[in-house]
């Protein structure tokens, strides 16, 4: 089925930024909305943003709004998460998730399914 690859994590200094890529093999990427979580140590799993499946709808949690992007390529099959002025509370693992439903804008976490490995982010101050 569908397969996942987060790449672009990596270590970066509080204020900075890195571009997090997430490469799928979807039948039809574009037609599913796709989503970032991310997990940091000790804690659970939180939603970061999330993008139709046209680029033309996104969202954000609160504690990433004015400072990440989320953004996709589907010619390339493609989604980003560009991050900027990076905090030490944003190191986490990163995983992108593909919506389970086609044409549907997901509303809660588990209307989202994670099969990459993840790219780690860590923010040092």
């Known amino acids: 089925q569908v397969q996942l690859v987060e790449s672009g994590g990596g270590l970066e200094q509080a204020g900075g930024s890195l571009r997090l890529s997430c490469a799928a093999s979807g039948r039809t990427f574009s037609t599913y909305a796709m989503g970032w979580f991310r997990q940091a140590p000790e804690k659970d799993r939180a939603f970061v943003a999330a993008i139709s499946g046209s680029g033309a709808l996104t969202y954000y949690a609160d504690s990433v709004k004015g400072r990440f992007t989320i953004s996709r390529d589907n010619a390339k099959n493609t989604v980003y998460l560009q991050m900027n002025s990076l905090k030490p509370e944003d190191t986490a693992v990163y995983y992108c998730?593909?919506?389970?439903?086609?044409?549907?804008?997901?509303?809660?976490?588990?209307?989202?399914?994670?099969w990459g490995q993840g790219t780690l982010v860590t923010v040092s101050s």
């Open positions: 998730a593909q919506a389970l439903y086609s044409s549907k804008w997901p509303t809660r976490d588990a209307d989202f399914a994670s």
